[in-house]
């Protein structure tokens, strides 16, 4: 099994907890509590879509974890054929159980070649011993009978905080590693604080990538590496409740009655590096009065643009810009989500021979994404786009100053990345307010299901192979599940105004049912003779009909063979 998503993921991060058996994708690994379903994580897009979050899962409850990894789409569905992780809970425990438990790590900076590599590319890395990354989990548990021993019940409370923890607290992550013609050396990116300019001639014809010199306000050639690394999680920021009953009331063999609810609350912070102008804006005004002469020569004059067009519009320079908006402070996708889980049902024995259980499962989660501390592309333009008022000789946006803009200067600085109180001088506080942006989306999704499964031993109907000492067994049934979900993004999201987006993030709200009849056999071919522990032979047959695709078959022939109680062989189709 591998972790999907976890609490060392910023750069990604969706916020939940998963698991991908076989690294097929969690998306297409199974997760139960008792053997019936979840509900999905959250509804974002990505790979880890609708994928169960394991921050749901009772810890002072667990009694084991059952996994499937063959023949698991043919037993429940074609949303698990990587396979089945089935966390089974002690819902018939008596008495009380918890923990209180506190950790941190204690970690020693002293990896020799981390440091060489750092201190050669110039980087600050961090060194000698140091005790941070804490973190506190507590939880209890009560279970008792109740009416003379024919009902039972059980509740649970558990809580999680964890401490933030970045990568620029070790020296072994301090850097991203690449390599090297020597060996490993410190990477990074190219998008900086002082800038990578690329001005491209009138003819297209590129002019070589520069940089803000010593001097602060001229070009000179080549770029420097932006260390990006110290400002990423490696532990996010995480706090977590957990709250949940199990309860049971026997009236006879034949009638017991049993219920589920859940409850989840988490919130985390994923942060990653400034952000910045990802060559999301690709031109410079000839007429910007941030440019010094030589700027503006290197640029304009020697890029062959004429000093104004024949029909009086500006005159516009192609140029690459690539600049780290380390002024500002790390980009941070704030995610949050509450889960339901509500469960209902009814079991019992209908003979000897025969068993019957019916539940009903409704499964929900809201989930919200804010992501803090990215630049608009749109306002990011507006305060490049600077030319001078001819009235008062201040510099202005071109688009005017009605939405608050004002010039953000990058071809002035001084390399402390600190700000300025003067435009004319550098980056001031109001362009790094104008230019950043929030984005915001929530979502929800639904699981409801609908099942009745019966169960059957026939060794009493004498039905069974005489090398076994068990009979044929068998597990039939139907089940109807529905599936919703919606995501509402803000406008940001939805028309992609974040220099560290991807793409579009469009409004989405859909849903689908599938109704499902299956049947299982498990037939002891030979048991407890010497080299047969147990031979058995496992077949099964589903068939669903979804409401967007229709009718599927899902069917299995599986011979797993045990020749001590310690090995079991499996094979299948």
């Given at each position: 099994a591998f972790a999907g998503q976890n609490s060392t993921i910023a750069n990604?991060?969706?916020?939940?907890?998963?698991?991908?058996?076989?690294?097929?994708?969690?998306?297409?690994?199974?997760?139960?509590?008792?053997?019936?379903?979840?509900?999905?994580?959250?509804?974002?897009?990505?790979?880890?879509?609708?994928?169960?979050?394991?921050?749901?899962?009772?810890?002072?409850?667990?009694?084991?974890?059952?996994?499937?990894?063959?023949?698991?789409?043919?037993?429940?569905?074609?949303?698990?054929?990587?396979?089945?992780?089935?966390?089974?809970?002690?819902?018939?425990?008596?008495?009380?159980?918890?923990?209180?438990?506190?950790?941190?790590?204690?970690?020693?900076?002293?990896?020799?070649?981390?440091?060489?590599?750092?201190?050669?590319?110039?980087?600050?890395?961090?060194?000698?011993?140091?005790?941070?990354?804490?973190?506190?989990?507590?939880?209890?548990?009560?279970?008792?009978?109740?009416?003379?021993?024919k009902g039972h019940a059980a509740v649970y409370l558990d809580y999680r905080k964890l401490d933030a923890l970045t990568k620029g607290a070790r020296d072994y992550v301090n850097c991203s590693v690449t390599d090297g013609a020597d060996g490993p050396e410190c990477g990074g990116s190219s998008t900086s604080p002082m800038g990578r300019f690329r001005p491209f001639t009138i003819d297209g014809v590129s002019q070589g990538d520069h940089t803000i010199g010593p001097d602060g306000h001229s070009f000179v050639p080549g770029f420097p590496i932006f260390n990006y690394g110290p400002f990423n999680h490696i532990q996010r920021p995480d706090e977590k409740f957990n709250a949940g009953a199990f309860a049971n009331y026997e009236i006879n063999r034949h009638f017991d009655v049993y219920m589920e609810v859940m409850y989840m609350n988490n919130y985390t912070d994923a942060q990653i590096a400034p952000s910045g102008n990802f060559n999301v804006y690709t031109r410079i005004n000839c007429d910007n009065p941030m440019l010094s002469e030589q700027q503006y020569d290197l640029v304009c004059v020697q890029g062959g643009y004429p000093e104004s067009n024949p029909d009086g519009s500006p005159v516009y320079a192609d140029s690459w810009i690539l600049r780290r908006n380390l002024e500002g402070i790390g980009r941070t996708n704030q995610l949050g989500h509450n889960n339901i889980r509500m469960l209902a049902g009814l079991r019992g024995?209908?003979?000897?021979?025969?068993?019957?259980?019916?539940?009903?499962?409704?499964?929900?989660?809201?989930?919200?994404?804010?992501?803090?501390?990215?630049?608009?592309?749109?306002?990011?333009?507006?305060?490049?786009?600077?030319?001078?008022?001819?009235?008062?000789?201040?510099?202005?946006?071109?688009?005017?100053?009605?939405?608050?803009?004002?010039?953000?200067?990058?071809?002035?600085?001084?390399?402390?990345?600190?700000?300025?109180?003067?435009?004319?001088?550098?980056?001031?506080?109001?362009?790094?307010?104008?230019?950043?942006?929030v984005a915001v989306q929530y979502g929800n999704t639904?699981?409801?299901?609908?099942?009745?499964?019966?169960?059957?031993?026939?060794?009493?109907?004498?039905?069974a192979i005489p090398s076994a000492s068990e009979g044929l067994q068998a597990a039939m049934g139907l089940e109807y599940r529905e599936e919703w979900m919606a995501n509402h993004p803000d406008n940001t999201y939805q028309t992609a105004d974040a220099a560290g987006f991807g793409g579009e993030t469009p409004q989405v709200e859909g849903a689908y049912n599938v109704k499902e009849a299956f049947i299982e056999l498990l037939v002891p071919i030979v048991q407890d003779a010497k080299g047969f522990q147990d031979l058995s032979l496992e077949l099964g047959y589903r068939y669903s009909d979804y409401s967007t695709s229709g009718g599927a078959s899902t069917y299995k022939a599986q011979l797993s063979w045990a020749p001590t109680q310690s090995w079991r062989l499996r094979g299948g189709y």
């Open positions: 990604g991060a969706s916020g939940i907890a998963t698991i991908s058996l076989r690294d097929l994708g969690p998306q297409r690994t199974l997760v139960l509590i008792n053997g019936r379903r979840m509900a999905p994580g959250d509804p974002w897009q990505g790979s880890y879509s609708f994928a169960p979050d394991l921050n749901a899962i009772p810890a002072p409850l667990i009694k084991r974890v059952d996994v499937l990894t063959g023949g698991a789409s043919t037993a429940y569905g074609s949303d698990a054929v990587a396979g089945v992780v089935n966390f089974v809970m002690d819902t018939q425990f008596e008495g009380v159980r918890g923990g209180l438990q506190y950790a941190f790590y204690n970690h020693d900076n002293n990896n020799q070649l981390a440091q060489d590599i750092n201190e050669e590319a110039g980087f600050d890395v961090p060194s000698g011993m140091t005790n941070d990354g804490d973190s506190i989990n507590a939880n209890i548990a009560l279970g008792s009978k109740f009416a003379d021993g024995d209908i003979n000897d021979e025969w068993s019957y259980d019916f539940y009903w499962l409704r499964a929900m989660n809201n989930s919200n994404d804010s992501y803090v501390n990215d630049l608009s592309i749109q306002r990011v333009g507006n305060a490049l786009d600077v030319i001078e008022d001819p009235d008062t000789g201040e510099w202005v946006c071109r688009s005017g100053s009605g939405d608050g803009c004002v010039p953000w200067n990058i071809f002035r600085n001084d390399g402390t990345g600190m700000v300025v109180d003067d435009y004319r001088l550098g980056v001031t506080q109001e362009a790094i307010d104008y230019i950043s942006t639904v699981t409801q299901v609908f099942n009745l499964t019966f169960k059957t031993d026939w060794e009493n109907y004498g039905i």
